[in-house]
């Protein structure tokens, strides 16, 4: 069982670089979501996707846009990295509200 | 204030001793999730529960609803447990916040042989 896989699991950009994220599930969960993870700050939502056709903002989604392509997949963009995305992002999925959260293995992103 | 607070951030504990991991929240929730992280991996859940205990294995988890209060245990630690261990609430609040998780920093915990 796959669950949820990222793409790519590391990723060094320039400045000014755009990239996407990849996320895709094979559970059939309806709710997709993205966190970027630092030293000492834990989990923070960047997007989240509650269902297929909606995506809402998190705590920190300046610098990031995201795309609920289907039910399965949910990518994040970059469009002009700095510096200050440098961290380790996840992806994860849960069938809804107050279900178990399922993770992928994570984006380690550097950006110089 | 953070929302869920965790204790301690760091625990070193030697091969066979019991550990306890505490969480504890000030927002109404409708489930508590412990989540582990073994050091440059992934994150695995281990728990969702919203009363009483859960076991699985050497873990058990446990929740006090009314005192906001949760607490991850390790019976016979061993050095494969060494991980941070995380602390997330599902929050009851109307909307949109009913499908976020609010996460505790994190326990570093390191079993010695």
Sequence with gaps: NAGVTQTPKFQVLKTGQSMTLQCAQDMNHNSMYWYRQDPGMGLRLIYYSASEGTTDKGEVPNGYNVSRLNKREFS???E????????????ASRVTRNTEAFFGQGTRLTVV | KNEVEQSPQNLTAQEGEFI????????GISALHWLQQHPGGGIVSLFMLSSGKKKHGRLIATINIQEK???LHITASHPRDSAVYICAVSRTDSGGSNYKLTFGKGTLLTVNP
Excluded: G, M
């Design chain 2, 69 to 71: 209060h949760s607490s």
């Design chain 1, 80 to 91: 002009s990295a700095a510096p200050s995305q440098t961290s380790v992002y996840f992806c």
């Design chain 1, 76 to 78: 994040l963009r970059l």
């Design chain 2, 20 to 27: 306890t991991i505490n969480c504890s929240y000030s927002v």
